[in-house]
Every structure is written in structure tokens, then in C-alpha cells.
């Protein structure tokens, strides 16, 4: 099947979740050809749930030890997508898009859709996941930024949410997206940590020693007393990463096309619930709805 989905592309219903061409083409090609390295840890979410803190959380916590001296962290000259490659865009066009040194590789791909040999092999997992209220409200700011830089006249808000709730976006139904990454966690704890944004931003020290264990990179009791924990926070906390030069004003490669995204629509606004200041409480109690009637029997609540 296909549909017209956002920026007036045709979306695909492949092995249970929509694409357009591009995630598509790359995503069949990954499913295919790629091998992870036995160590990777890939770093996996839906479009707009938290990929980028993510992404400069696992990598600050994982390249922490060569910045001892004065080595300075890649985070604060390069943006974060530029620190971890996506598997389904970066290493679809080019498996050698990736510093080998660093295990770290992040995905949209649903759980289900993953390539064989990330799912039989020793890697890890880390999922994150959002309000589906606040992830709609981000994909629709992000996807009209890019329709703008096209010349193309964003989707109305309307239209879009429509779209987001028959489940079509790149890599939708979002509530299948979750669940599956759920379900598996459940059943594969030791390879799967299931995090949500909302838990993250409100504990966040909590959680970054939690991904730190996990991954296989604890902290010390002397790098805790000596403050590396806070000072993974400070640097990849929105506000750090939103006022560096490289992220305020440097350009993206937008995938699919060739037209340059600017870093700064990776950070918007970092909150939670800014659905509000866009969508009808009716247009949010009808996601509300739909999530919970989806989610229902998983044994998962997501924040609100
Ligand atoms: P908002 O649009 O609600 O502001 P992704 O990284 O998956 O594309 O998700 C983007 C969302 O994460 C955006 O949400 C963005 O502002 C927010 N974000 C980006 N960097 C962040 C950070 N360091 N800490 C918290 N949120 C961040």
C-alpha cells in the first residue's frame, strides 16, 4: 500500500510500518548487508523522542576517558548526528560511514524491522520514547523547517495530525514503534534499556549512570566524587548543546535530499508537554486515546 504521507511524499506499508522511498530503499539495503561489530550499542528511538540528547549522552559517556588532559570533547565542535551515524540513512549509503572506535550507532528502524544480525548478535540496545502528543508536535516543527528549506508549503497542523494518528509518518504507527522496542525489553532486558524522555529530563543524573551500567561503562566511585556525572549533564544538556556555534549555525545534511537542513532545527524548545501551546485539548485527548486503547494489556503507561 501506498499513501501521500508528509512533505507530499508516497509512504510505503512495509513489514508493518510506513516509509517513504528513501528510509525505505535504506532500510531494505541494511536489512541485507549490515553486520554490527559484537560491541555496538545502538541507539534507537521514533523520529523526535529524544535521538539527539541520546545520541551526545551515550557518546559523551562512552569517549569520557580519552578526554582526560586536555583532549576536548567532538561534541562541542561537532553536532551529535555527526558523532553517532544513523544505520538506516549514514551506513545504508556507505558501511564505512563510521568511526569503527566508537561502538555507537543509532536507528528509527522498529524493533521488528531490524536486521537479523543486530537482533542475534551480542549488541545493546537503547530505546527512548516520548508523550506522543509532544513527539507529533516535534516532527511537525522539524518536518515544516524542511519543507520551508525545499521551498514547499508546510503541512497544516491539521493535516498532519490526521496523518500521525491513521499512523502514517516515516517509521509509524508510532504506538507500534513502542511497542515493539517494549514488548522486546520485557523479554531481552539484558540486551534492550527501555528509557522515556520524560523520565530522563526528570532525573537525568539517575538515568545517565543507568545508561552508563548498562552500555558497559560505569562510572567510578572516583569519576562520580570527581563530578563526571554532572559534567556529562552540563555539557549535553539542551541548553549546552543549543548555544554551540556548530549547532546554532552549522548545516545538516538533510537525508533524501539535497537540501541543507540547519543544525538549529535539532533543537527546538526541550520541554515537556509544549503539545499544549499547539494542539486542541480535544486533538489531545484524542492521541491520548488512541495511545492508550494501543498500549493497553503491555503493562506500559507512557508519561503524559
Ligand atoms: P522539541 O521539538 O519538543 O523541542 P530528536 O532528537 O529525536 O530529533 O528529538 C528532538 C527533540 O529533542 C526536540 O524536542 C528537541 O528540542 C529535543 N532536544 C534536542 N536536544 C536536546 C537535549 N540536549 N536535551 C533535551 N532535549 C533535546
Not at 193 to 200: A, K, Q, R, V
Not at 230 to 249: A, D, H, P, T
Not at 253 to 276: C, H
Request: hydrophobic share 35%; net charge negative; aromatic share 12%.
Amino acid at each position: 500500500p501506498k499513501v501521500k504521507g508528509w512533505r507530499g511524499y508516497d509512504y510505503y506499508l512495509y513489514q508493518g510500518f510506513w516509509y517513504d522511498t528513501f528510509f525505505l530503499e535504506g532500510l531494505v539495503s541494511v536489512q541485507e548487508h549490515f553486520h554490527p561489530q559484537s560491541t555496538d550499542i545502538f541507539v534507537a528511538s521514533s523520529p523526535k523522542t529524544g535521538t539527539t540528547w541520546l545520541k551526545a549522552l551515550t557518546f559523551a559517556i562512552l569517549t569520557r576517558s580519552r578526554l582526560s588532559g586536555s583532549t576536548t570533547s567532538s561534541l562541542l565542535t561537532k553536532m551529535p548526528h555527526d558523532c553517532v551515524p544513523f544505520l538506516e540513512s549514514d551506513l545504508a549509503q556507505d558501511p564505512s560511514n563510521r568511526d569503527l572506535a566508537i561502538p555507537l550507532v543509532s536507528t528509527h528502524v522498529p524493533y521488528s524491522c531490524l536486521p537479523q544480525s543486530i537482533i542475534s548478535s551480542s549488541c545493546k540496545i537503547i530505546y527512548i520514547c516520548r508523550d506522543a502528543k509532544d513527539a507529533f508536535v516535534s516532527l511537525w516543527y522539524f518536518l515544516s523547517a524542511h519543507q520551508r528549506s525545499e521551498n514547499v508549503e508546510p503541512l497544516p497542523l491539521e493535516e498532519a495530525f490526521e496523518l500521525f494518528c491513521n499512523g502514517i509518518a516515516n517509521f509509524g504507527p508510532y504506538w507500534d514503534h513502542v511497542l515493539g522496542y517494549w514488548r522486546a525489553s520485557l523479554e531481552f532486558p539484558e540486551k534492550i534499556l527501555f528509557l522515556t524522555y520524560e523520565e530522563m529530563k526528570k532525573d537525568t543524573a539517575a538515568h545517565v549512570k543507568k545508561l552508563a551500567e548498562f552500555m558497559g561503562y560505569s562510572f567510578t566511585l572516583e569519576e562520580e566524587e570527581g563530578g563526571e556525572v554532572q559534567k556529562i549533564i552540563s555539557m549535553c544538556s539542551f541548553e549546552e548543546l543549543s548555544s554551540l556555534e556548530v549547532n546554532k549555525n552549522a548545516v545538516h545534511r538533510a537525508p533524501g535530499t539535497s537540501i541543507p537542513i540547519q543544525n538549529s532545527v535539532f533543537f527546538r524548545k526541550g520541554e515537556i508537554g509544549d503539545w499544549a501551546n499547539h494542539l486542541t485539548p480535544e486533538m489531545g485527548a484524542r492521541l491520548d486515546d488512541i495511545m492508550e486503547k494501543k498500549l493497553k494489556g503491555s503493562g506500559l503507561k507512557l508519561p503524559r
